[in-house]
């Protein structure tokens, strides 16, 4: 308890931490009148400090002080951190009172939690009204229907209010507060909630008010949605404010999921070619982001004429973004359109992504041409993955680099064997000489990864020559990538091929003059003895090739050396 009073702001934060430990301490009791009084009376503190008060509250801290029938003791307390100024103490404050509510019964909601909301929602600072909105939808669903009347009152009043903080609050709050009411309420007060909210003059209140439009339409049928809600779908789409239809793109599919098929395809479609068209690049980045998934409403038909004429626009786009979202999702339309239109209409616009300056919009293109495969096969494509590889695997980012390295075995998967060999083989055993640690490991694994796809004898001839051949060169890094190749290949490979040409090269390694190749020959020999010493000639092996020389490791002048080394020996 002194710690809670303590000048040192850091022991007051694990003092709070604490705060269930002590209630422990006092017992239930005390922590109802003496802990949680002090808790109340402690708001004058620093904001980390109330931030975690405010958690500490809501992480069932009832349990601490009687169980649920006193756990509206913890609302006063939280109330109070719910009218300061710091909005993420407000907003843990009101997630709190959201999780007492929901233990609370209907008569404690009634007694303790109506007479606060109310005080809230009428403070006359507007951090306290921004609080009662949060928490308005908690309560609904736990009260009489008299009471019900009162709360949606009071919810509309604060969707008046003249502060925009108070309304923006509500607008986030609503599409809670709308799952709690019956039809009814929903076709009266809730639709006169949306309608003031969706006509504010402030944007980040009418933003705020697209998922309140995605669940009315989940509550209404096809006549109200016709009659009430296409006007103001139509505005939202449309609004004056990019940010207001950025967030109409982004919601577009669960808006169309909620319309229903029948409407999304008359209703719907035309909106959503206005957004594909907007003047915003942040916009026709979120609409790019749901061409494949507003496809799925439409005919083959109408993609052909109303949607590809905006991908063709899109993927010639000025801003990298939106060609960088429209080739995340543009080999998705392959299955809905069929293997002749894919071939007549999206091909040409593929083959001229993977040309793209911007290495995201080629990357996103590769990522996904599995999907294209299965419909198509990517043989007309050969031509054109070359030059979008090669280019990607030259990029001056680590990261590009380390992603299309990712995607490899996917292409290997694709391409077969022979092509792969020619095209890609020397690119792939390029990357185990990158500067970049990272890009190194990377390439280790995907050479496992192809040795699965093509199988070991593959490796033995394609792979494991150019990477034991490293073991010569003078960079101890070359040398060391040798090492960590084998130690991940390894597992892939059989007996024969680690007895007849792995073994040697890490015996000629196993006394390098770099410490840190020694214990990485180590890490290795203890793979092959975990891959292959169950079986009698694994053993027979592993006494034969590896023991001695973990034996003589073991006597390494470096002590990581000898660490390794006894590691393996009881194995």
């Known amino acids: 308890m002194d710690e809670l009073q303590s000048e040192d702001v850091q022991l007051r934060l694990n003092a709070i931490h604490s705060i269930p430990t002590i209630a422990l301490a006092l017992g239930c009791e005390r922590a109802r009148t003496e802990l949680v009084p002090f808790l109340q009376d402690s708001i004058d503190d620093e904001d980390e400090v109330l931030v975690a008060l405010a958690q500490e509250l809501g992480r069932g801290f009832e349990k601490y002080i009687g169980g649920s029938e006193y756990a509206h003791i913890l609302l006063p307390p939280l109330a109070n951190l719910g009218v300061v100024d710091e909005t993420l103490v407000r907003d843990e404050a009101a997630a709190s009172i959201i999780k007492v509510v929901d233990v609370l019964s209907q008569e404690q909601v009634e007694d303790f939690h109506i007479p606060l909301l109310k005080k809230l929602g009428q403070g006359e600072w507007f951090t306290s009204r921004v609080s009662s909105a949060a928490i308005y939808p908690a309560a609904y669903t736990k009260v009489s229907p008299a009471i019900q009347d009162d709360l949606r009152k009071g919810y509309t009043a604060l969707a008046s209010d003249d502060t925009p903080m108070v309304r923006r609050a509500v607008a986030k709050s609503l599409s809670s507060f709308l799952g709690k009411l019956s039809n009814a309420h929903m076709m009266t007060d809730g639709l006169s909630i949306y309608r003031r909210l969706q006509s504010d003059d402030q944007d980040s209140v009418r933003l705020l008010t697209v998922d309140s439009l995605v669940v009315l339409a989940k509550q209404l049928g096809p006549p109200e949605i016709k009659e009430h809600l296409l006007h103001h779908i139509r505005h939202t789409t449309g609004d004056r404010s990019w940010r207001v239809r950025h967030m109409a793109a982004t919601h577009f599919n669960q808006l169309a999921e909620a319309v229903g098929v029948s409407l999304a395809r008359e209703e719907m479609l035309g909106q959503y070619v206005q957004l594909l068209k907007d003047n915003e690049a942040e916009v026709r980045t979120a609409a790019s982001e749901k061409i494949a998934d507003f496809a799925k409403f439409l005919d083959k038909e109408v993609i052909l004429a109303r949607i590809l004429p905006c991908i063709r626009d899109l993927s010639q786009d000025s801003s990298q973004h939106v060609r960088a979202a429209l080739a995340v999702k543009i080999n998705e339309l392959a299955p809905l359109l069929g293997k002749e239109p894919t071939i007549e209409h999206v091909l040409p616009l593929i083959l001229h992504l993977l040309k793209d300056d911007f290495p995201d919009v080629r990357l996103n293109i590769i990522s996904k ?130 007895r007849g040409d792995i073994i040697g090269p890490l015996l000629l390694l196993f006394e390098d003059n770099v410490p840190n190749i020694r214990f990485n020959v180590a890490k290795a020999f203890e793979v092959l003895v975990i891959s292959f010493g169950d079986s009698p000639d694994g053993r027979e092996f592993v006494q034969k090739r590896i023991t001695p020389a973990l034996e003589h490791m073991k006597n390494d002048p470096d002590a990581d050396v000898r660490f390794y080394a006894a590691r393996v020996i009881p194995v």
């Open 369 to 498: 041409l599995e999907i294209l495969d299965a419909v198509t096969g990517i043989e007309m494509l050969s031509d054109s993955l070359l030059p979008a590889i090669t280019g990607l695997a030259e990029d001056k980012s680590w990261r590009v680099r380390q992603a299309i390295i990712e995607y490899m075995p996917l292409l290997a998967k694709q391409l077969g064997r022979s092509f792969f060999d020619e095209q890609f083989g020397t690119l792939c055993m390029s990357w185990l000489g990158d500067r970049v640690f990272s890009i190194r490991e990377a390439a280790t694994v995907n050479l496992k990864r192809l040795t699965e796809v093509f199988g070991v004898e593959w490796a033995r001839i394609t792979i494991i020559p150019k990477v034991v051949g490293m073991i010569n060169h003078t960079s101890y890094l070359s040398r060391m990538t040798t090492v960590q190749a084998i130690t991940i290949i390894a597992p892939s490979l059989n007996l024969e091929i680690i």
